[in-house]
C-alpha cells in the first residue's frame, strides 16, 4: 500500500542560517548585537530596549517599519535571541539570533532567522538583507566603520 504526505504551509516554517567570524573579543561582540547603542551602529536607524530575559526591543527603521520583539534567550557572552512580536506580516512568526563562541581571539557568530511561514520574496530579500548587515557588523567591530543607515541594506 502506498501512503502519501501532505505538507501544509503550517506544517513547516523557514529559516535563514549564516556564520561569521569576527576578530574581536566575544565580550564587544555580544555587545554590538544585544545593546541598542551598538545595534543602532549596523542595523536600524533607532533602537531601544535591555538585554534581559522578557524585556521588548523596539527596532526603528522608518515611521512604516517601527517593529518590536521581546528577548526569548539571553546567556552573556554567547547567546541573544528576539522573538518579533509587532512588525511586518511574515517578521511576526519568526525568533531571530546570535550564538557565539570564542576561539583564538575571534568569536565565531552563528546567526539564524527562524520560524518564516514561506520561502517567498520577503524571505529571500531579508537572507540577503541578512548578509550585508551581518558584513556591516563585523566591519563595525573590526575596523569601526559604521555604514550610514541609508546605505544599509
Same mark, same amino acid.
Given at each position: 500500500?502506498?501512503?502519501?504526505?501532505?505538507?501544509?504551509?503550517?506544517?513547516?516554517?523557514?529559516?535563514?542560517?549564516?556564520?561569521?567570524?569576527?576578530?574581536?573579543?566575544?565580550?564587544?561582540?555580544?555587545?554590538?548585537?544585544?545593546?541598542?547603542?551598538?545595534?543602532?551602529?549596523?542595523?536600524?536607524?533607532?533602537?531601544?530596549?535591555?538585554?534581559?530575559?522578557?524585556?521588548?526591543?523596539?527596532?526603528?527603521?522608518?515611521?512604516?517599519?517601527?517593529?518590536?520583539?521581546?528577548?526569548?534567550?539571553?546567556?552573556?557572552?554567547?547567546?541573544?535571541?528576539?522573538?518579533?512580536?509587532?512588525?511586518?506580516?511574515?517578521?511576526?512568526?519568526?525568533? &531571530?539570533?546570535?550564538? $557565539?563562541?570564542?576561539?583564538?581571539?575571534?568569536? *565565531? /557568530?552563528?546567526?539564524?532567522?527562524?520560524?518564516?511561514? =514561506?520561502?517567498?520574496?520577503?524571505?529571500?530579500?531579508?537572507? &540577503?538583507?541578512?548578509? $550585508?548587515?551581518?558584513?556591516?557588523?563585523?566591519? *563595525? /567591530?573590526?575596523?569601526?566603520?559604521?555604514?550610514?543607515? =541609508?546605505?544599509?541594506?
Amino acid at each position: 500500500m502506498k501512503t502519501t504526505q501532505t505538507t501544509t504551509k503550517s506544517d513547516k516554517s523557514f529559516g535563514i542560517y549564516h556564520d561569521l567570524t569576527i576578530n574581536a573579543p566575544i565580550e564587544k561582540v555580544f555587545s554590538a548585537v544585544s545593546e541598542p547603542k551598538h545595534i543602532v551602529n549596523w542595523w536600524p536607524l533607532k533602537c531601544a530596549g535591555r538585554p534581559k530575559l522578557g524585556a521588548e526591543y523596539n527596532f526603528y527603521f522608518t515611521p512604516e517599519y517601527d517593529w518590536y520583539g521581546k528577548v526569548n534567550e539571553i546567556v552573556s557572552n554567547q547567546t541573544f535571541s528576539v522573538k518579533m512580536t509587532k512588525s511586518d506580516l511574515d517578521w511576526d512568526s519568526t525568533t &531571530f539570533g546570535f550564538d $557565539m563562541t570564542e576561539e583564538n581571539g575571534n568569536v *565565531y /557568530l552563528r546567526f539564524t532567522h527562524l520560524g518564516w511561514p =514561506e520561502c517567498n520574496t520577503h524571505f529571500r530579500i531579508a537572507s &540577503f538583507c541578512w548578509a $550585508m548587515l551581518l558584513k556591516g557588523l563585523k566591519d *563595525y /567591530l573590526e575596523k569601526g566603520i559604521i555604514l550610514p543607515f =541609508e546605505e544599509r541594506s
